[in-house]
RNA sequence: GCCGGCGUAGCUCAGCUGGUUAGAGCGGCGGUCUCAUAAGCCGCAGGUCGAAGGUUCGAGUCCUUCCGCCGGCACCA
């Protein structure tokens, strides 16, 4: 039998489960249940990505092992796909010993074939990224996140990554579909064109992580950790490679680049196809638990079903785009396509087979025109299915339904019913029938609950059963806020759960940890003074750069370059009081040199905010 | 700054290699049937197709420039 193997990354266990692993997660359990209909025999992936020394730290916030704090929360995870009904096949967490095991295999192997070299490293390092920041100093904040980096000294494994810069663009050349969609690939090209630099595999500074075999205190780098369970939640099955591992674009470097350069290292085949979706934004707002507007899918689907969000994802947002997620949208789209649209015309069909025909579904060959559009929409949903075109798909199935509706229209069932025109009656209800069916063959993937309702009603064996609407209208001004106040109890069960780690307000992920002590001499060798800015203007050839004259009572205005230009507009700091950092040595920044930095407060990778007074300052005071 | 994408009816978007009156769904308005979940069906929406040039007999559809938004890279508090 055919096989198809595919994947969701392993979720990060700093978070618990919200409504974007669901998406994720849900697009890959019905793209396995179309290749299940396909023949194939299908095995879906997922797990927890649980080592780092961000889940250390939240652990240790809570007071709790890492093992117990992971254990809780890959435990979110399972029993989230558990409520939503999804068919996972093997759930495969990192911390489990047979994992340990095969990402300690890749790395000998990768050892032995000498694409791994030890070497030190002293410098700036982000925590919640486990990166090094090369270009960065320590205190400085991290270029990804905003985080203040960290100084550290490590001895680290270095895999060779730049030895595959060619041989990953042969691989993109040679299988143009290995990274979808295209604009994806076109990112990766241009990165990997770039040139690569090797890659720290290990660290030192984390205790949470799987050991380095022969090594005392090295522990594995996360991707290398992670990518990893791609092969062994499927050890010793013969299964690997993937044909298909499914991400969020924003991992799509570390699936698309690091991964297969790996398993290249180690020999190891590689996967079919990389498919990066979109974001799913909230009311065009990127959600984060910071904003406090990243939803939950239990409350959603305790109020309208699992089926009205696996609509809802897969028909509102085009797949591989960002797409917007709103409450609103999804009562609307569930009222006219599933309720006014599906329920509906099964109601009706079976409704009329019930009283017309005593509920036996006619048995006489379909009118040509029905077959024709059967046929049709067979045919083009299913290549749309096969592109992951699911918005496309399903809108050709429910363009099937409109179809029906008018024919019924047209035919007008209920007055052949009263001329006794039998004949024709029975031809038009059992062709309404028999394109029901493929409809729900169609649209099983996608909605498979309600489905099986719908085919329960249908009856197996010619008769039709017991009518209840399979999609009852819903209520927008009831539904919205039931949804609304279950998404504030389970937030809050989560918080109770997760202790404070998942709470918007205190999240150790996105306040970063405080630096070392420091003491009063320290401090006073930073002279912080009061400015006044003279001028500012953009910098050319920089997006976030402004070159700043700023009066501090010297003899001459200070030259500035302050990487604030995306939350400040030049003529609004123009005689606006600062205050910088007098006493850093001078830096070339574009070009210019800048002599000091403005002091400015970010959270979480936000637009920096520069500290003020609330009362009049003389220019040139200290800051102490 | 470089590279890529986008900007079409109130909303979400189709419009392939240029060719009659620019389309769909949703919402809204009007009409109508009654099998059906106050569902369905029919009709209406008059939108400078981001802006300005250009190529062409003819351009949302190709070219140039500009504006705006988004992403990647560079850069960065």
Redesign the pocket.
């Known amino acids: 039998m055919k096989q198809f193997y595919l994947t969701t990354p392993i979720y990060y266990v700093n978070a618990a489960p919200h409504i974007g692993h669901t998406y994720t997660t849900i697009a890959a359990e019905v793209i396995a249940r179309l290749k299940r209909a396909e023949g194939y025999e299908v095995v879906l992936a997922t797990g927890t990505d649980e080592h780092g020394q961000k889940i250390e730290r939240a652990a240790k916030a809570v007071n709790q092992s890492p093992q117990a704090f992971t254990d809780v929360v890959s435990g979110e995870f399972t029993k989230q796909w558990a409520e939503l009904g999804l068919q996972i096949d093997r759930f495969k967490r990192t911390t489990d010993p047979a994992h340990h095991r095969k990402v300690q295999e890749l790395f000998l192997r990768c050892q032995e074939r000498g694409f791994v070299y030890k070497s030190s490293y002293t410098g700036a390092y982000c925590v919640s990224d486990e990166l090094y920041a090369n ?2 100093k320590p205190g ?2 991290c ?2 996140c ?1 985080r203040i980096l960290e100084e550290v000294t490590e001895e680290n494994y270095f895999f060779k990554l730049s030895a595959f810069q060619d041989r990953l663009l042969k691989l993109y050349e040679e299988q143009p579909d290995f990274i979808q969609p295209e ?1 994806r690939r ?2 990766v090209l ?2 990997v064109r ?1 040139g690569l630099q090797d890659l720290s595999i290990s660290r030192t500074s984390i205790t949470w992580g799987i050991p380095v075999p022969n090594e005392e205190k090295h522990v594995f780098y996360v991707w290398f950790d992670a990518l990893t369970t791609y092969v062994s939640a499927v050890d010793g099955e013969g299964r690997w490679p993937a044909d298909l591992h499914l991400i969020g674009k924003e991992i799509l ?1 570390f699936h698309a680049v690091f991964w297969p350069a790996f398993l290249m290292a180690a020999d190891w085949p590689l996967p079919k196809q990389i498919f990066a979706h979109g974001w799913l934004l909230f009311e065009n707002d990127k959600m984060s638990k910071t904003k406090g507007n990243l939803l939950r899918a239990t409350p959603i689907t305790t109020v309208v079903g699992v089926d009205a969000l696996r609509y809802f994802l897969l028909r ?1 947002v ?1 797949f591989g785009s960002d797409g ?1 997620f709103s409450l609103d949208a999804l009562v ?1 789209r569930y ?2 396509d599933l ?6 015309l ?3 069909t079976l ?2 087979i019930k ?1 017309y025909r005593a509920g036996l579904v006619p048995t006489v060959p379909v009118l040509e025109s029905v077959a024709a559009q059967i046929a049709a929409t067979t045919q083009q949903a299913q290549a749309h299915y096969a592109k992951f075109e699911f918005s496309k798909a399903l809108e050709t199935i429910w363009a099937l339904i ?1 179809f029906l ?2 024919l ?2 047209e035919e ?3 007055e052949l019913a009263k001329r006794s025109e039998h004949e024709r009656l029975d031809t038009v209800l059992c062709s309404t029938y028999r394109a029901l069916e493929a409809i729900c063959n169609l649209a099983h993937p996608v909605i498979p609950a309600s489905i099986d309702k719908i085919r329960a009603q249908m009856g197996a064996d010619g008769q039709v059963g017991d009518l209840t ?5 819903l209520d927008a001004k009831l539904v919205i806020p039931q949804m609304q106040e279950l998404e504030q109890a389970e937030l809050a069960r989560q918080n109770a759960l997760l202790g404070k780690v998942a709470a918007p307000e205190a999240d150790v992920s996105a306040v970063s940890p405080l630096s070392p002590e420091i003491t009063i001499d320290d401090f006073v060798k930073v002279d912080l003074r009061v400015g006044l800015v003279i001028s500012a203007e953009a910098v ?6 402004l070159h700043l004259k700023v009066d501090i009572g010297e003899a001459e205005p200070r030259t500035i370059v ?3 230009a ?1 939350a400040y507009a030049p003529e609004t700091l123009v005689n606006r009081k600062v205050v910088i950092v007098a006493n850093l040595a001078p ?1 070339k ?2 070009g210019i040199e800048s002599k000091g ?4 407060a ?1 959270l979480e ?1 936000g637009p ?1 905010v520069l500290a003020a007074f609330l009362e009049e300052v003389p220019v040139g005071a200290r800051l102490k």
């Not at 609407?469 to 209208?473: E, L, N, S």
């Open positions: 270009e960065n400085e904040p270029p990804i905003g604009i076109n990112e241009a990165f770039g470097r509102e085009v917007n609307a009222n006219a309720a006014n649209g599906l329920g509906n099964t109601s009706r409704t009329m009283q409109g509706d008018r019924i229209m007008k069932p209920w609407p399979v999609f009852p209208r050319k050839g920089a997006d976030k750069l302050a990487g604030i995306k830096r920044l574009r930095m403005i002091v400015a970010s990778g920096p």
